[in-house]
């Protein structure tokens, strides 16, 4: 898969900008990607070293409307570590 397709987008929380600190950033990406597909992704787009990938499938909860319940979505998160001397600019 092309990089642009697996990374959807950096994700700014609370959470996220905390690990900022400690060289970890965290991204949206395709439920279907790979660690390794993420992690060669990451070094094209951002020219920087990966030294981890740790990934998590995430399910939102279900909603209850008039018309019925609707099943929540599905999304697919990465924390990706990178080298002591790289930095990501996000901002």
Do not use: C
Request: proline share 2%; net charge positive; glycine share 6%.
């Amino acid at each position: 898969m092309d990089a642009t397709i697996v990374i959807k987008k950096p994700l700014i929380t609370e959470k996220a900008t905390w690990a900022n600190g400690q060289n970890r950033y965290l991204f949206s990406v395709d439920g279907r990607a790979t660690k390794t597909e993420i992690k060669k992704a990451v070094e094209s787009l951002y020219k920087v070293r990966v030294t981890g990938v740790n990934t998590m499938t995430r399910r939102d909860r279900d909603r209850i409307y008039k018309y019925g319940k609707v099943a929540g979505r599905v999304t697919k998160r990465a924390i990706v570590r990178i080298h002591p001397e790289d930095k990501i600019e996000l901002f």
